[in-house]
């Protein structure tokens, strides 16, 4: 497979791009008597947007991204995010920034190691992490608030699979909120 996008190299990130569907997930959800589990399907546009220069010193290339999660007892829609997925070549370093629309944002980064057949990109970050950090609303930092993420997503061929691990202090306790899938590319 190629990694080369409009002859920037998108290293593991080109992997990506397009459009994915999966109806298989599973969102892991705090209640404030317990847990909720919520089948959902969702769609993912992964676009590649170019790369960008930072001080002169640094390129990455960078896909956009839009996720869009439905419940599947209801057809209500329960989660749109937004983000970037940027790609340092010359540092295999890997970054996940995103937006919800919930007062949180974050920024998520990870070393790529190639290897086997599939492509794995794992990514972190922490609150007052001094690189790889989650800024949240005061509201949401005295009442669901967000002290961990891990992402991880494997691409074999047509088919991705991610587990996202938000760790929350809500309802007066820890709570890891998790959400999985498998997706199929669509184009």
């Known amino acids: 497979m190629s990694t080369v996008i409009d002859g920037i190299e998108y290293g593991p990130l080109a992997a990506l791009a397009g459009t994915w569907s999966g109806d298989k997930g599973l969102d ?18 992964y676009e590649a947007i170019g790369d960008v220069t930072n001080a002169g010193k640094q390129t990455l290339a960078v896909l956009r ?35 919800i629309p919930r007062g949180l944002a974050l920024l998520a980064g990870g070393q790529y190691q190639p290897g086997g057949d599939s492509v794995v990109l794992e990514v972190k970050a922490k609150a ?56 199929t590319k669509d184009s």
């Open 65 to 99: 991204y839009h996720q869009i999660v439905t419940r599947k007892s209801d057809g209500q829609v329960f989660h749109n995010e937004t983000g970037y997925w940027s790609y340092d070549a010359a540092t295999g370093t890997v970054m996940h920034s995103l937006t």
């Open 128 to 183: 007052g992490d001094a690189d790889w950090g989650i800024a949240q609303s005061p509201f949401m930092r005295d009442n669901a608030k967000t002290t961990a993420f891990e992402h991880r997503i494997e691409v074999n061929g047509n088919e991705m699979s991610y587990k996202e691990t938000t760790f929350l202090e809500i309802y007066g306790r820890s709570f890891d909120h998790i959400d999985s899938n498998t997706l």
């Open 28 to 45: 892991v959800a705090p209640e404030e008597d317990g847990t909720e589990e919520n089948p959902f399907y969702e769609s993912i546009l």
